[in-house]
Every structure is written in structure tokens, then in C-alpha cells.
Nanobody, 120 residues
């Protein structure tokens, strides 16, 4: 079973940057697809970006060009570099592991979440 711990959230002004990190413990990290999700108050949790076990990436339209997802299988880590942050990016961000694909399948393991707040 993979266990996930996020870090790197915080408060930033609009236009600023944050880098989220996800550390995985346990087995088979490298064979899992990984994703970043977020949940804003009163809204459903949604996929932000995903990276497959082979490194193929996916982004939702509204973060393309602003966010970059990456993974390091040797270190069992994943990151989300967020640039050009907007107030509407304010949410709790979750790291997740998915069986095969985060785009088509629900995650099976979630981190505890990290708060990102963007002030205007």
C-alpha cells in the first residue's frame, strides 16, 4: 500500500508561485499513475494534473501553461509547480495514486491535503 504526504502549501499573492511536493512511502510507487487534485470550499474535488508511470502528463485546461507536474520514481516523489496563481486556485490540494490512469480511474490512495490560499 502506498502512503502519501503532501507539503508546500501556503499563502501567496495573485501572480505568485508555489511548489507542492508529495512523498510516497510503501511499495510500487513507480507503477502507479499519480495525480494532483483540489477541492475548494463548497465544490467537488477535481483533477488538476496527472502523470503516468512512464511520465506522460495531463493537465486540465485552466492550468495549462501555469502548472507543471513531475515525478521522480527513484525518490518516490511527485511535485506540482504552480506559477501565475489566481485567487480561484485557492483550495486544498491532494496528492493521489491511481491504478493505471488518474484521468480515467478514481484514485485508490489519497494524501491528507495541503492548503493553498491565493490573495488578490
Amino acid at each position: 500500500q502506498v502512503q502519501l504526504v503532501e507539503s508546500g502549501g501556503g499563502l501567496v499573492q495573485a501572480g505568485g508561485s508555489l511548489r507542492l511536493s508529495c512523498a510516497a512511502s510503501g511499495s510500487i510507487f513507480s507503477s502507479n499513475a499519480m495525480g494532483w487534485y483540489r477541492q475548494a470550499p463548497g465544490k467537488q474535488r477535481e483533477l488538476v494534473a496527472a502523470v503516468g508511470s512512464g511520465g506522460r502528463t495531463y493537465y486540465v485546461d485552466w492550468v495549462k501553461g501555469r502548472f507543471t507536474i513531475s515525478r521522480d520514481n527513484a525518490k518516490n516523489t511527485m511535485a506540482l509547480q504552480m506559477n501565475g496563481l489566481k485567487p480561484e486556485d485557492t483550495a486544498v490540494y491532494y496528492c493521489a495514486a491511481c491504478p493505471g490512469s488518474c484521468v480515467h480511474l478514481r484514485p485508490t490512495v489519497w494524501g491528507q491535503g495541503t492548503q493553498v490560499t491565493v490573495s488578490s
